[in-house]
C-alpha cells in the first residue's frame, strides 16, 4: 500500500486545515490509519488513529478536542480535521496504515513501529 498525505499550508493560529490521505496498491478498508507529526529536529508522534470501520478513534492529548480523524471508506480516503491550530502544531504530517493486522482497534496503536506503510508528509505551519 502506497500513501500520498496532503492538504499541508500555512495557517494563521486558531484557523483551520483538513489534510487528506489517500492510499492506493492495496486493501484499504480492513486497516487502521494513523496520523504522525514530527516538528522540525524532533521525533515523530502519533497524533490520532482511526479503526479499519473508522467508529473508534484515539487521539493524543495536545490534540484531543481540537483535531478529528475520520475515514471515507468509499472513497479510499483518511482525512486529519484541525481546529483552532496553535504555532506548536507546526510539523510535518505523515499518514501511515497498519497493514499487517486488519481489524485491529485504534487503541492498540502507539507508536511508529506498529505501522507499516507510509506516505511522504505534508506541511502544515501556523503562523502566531
Known amino acids: 500500500v502506497q500513501l500520498q498525505a496532503s492538504g499541508g499550508r500555512l495557517v494563521q493560529t486558531a484557523g483551520s486545515l483538513r489534510l487528506s490521505c489517500t492510499p492506493s496498491g492495496g486493501t484499504f478498508d480492513r486497516y487502521a490509519m494513523g496520523w504522525f507529526r514530527q516538528p522540525k529536529g524532533q521525533q515523530r508522534d502519533l497524533i490520532a488513529v482511526i479503526n479499519w470501520s473508522g467508529v473508534e478513534t484515539k487521539y493524543e492529548y495536545s490534540v484531543k478536542g481540537r483535531f478529528i480523524v475520520s475515514r471515507d471508506n468509499a472513497k479510499t480516503t483518511v482525512y486529519l480535521q484541525m481546529n483552532n491550530l496553535k504555532p506548536e502544531d507546526t510539523a510535518v504530517h505523515y499518514c501511515?496504515?497498519?497493514?499487517?493486522?486488519?481489524?485491529?482497534?485504534?487503541?492498540?496503536?502507539?507508536?511508529?513501529?506498529?505501522?507499516?506503510?507510509w506516505g511522504q508528509g505534508t506541511e502544515v505551519t501556523v503562523s502566531s
Open positions: 501511515a496504515a497498519d497493514i499487517r493486522r486488519p481489524w485491529y482497534r485504534a487503541s492498540y496503536y502507539d507508536s511508529e513501529s506498529d505501522f507499516g506503510s
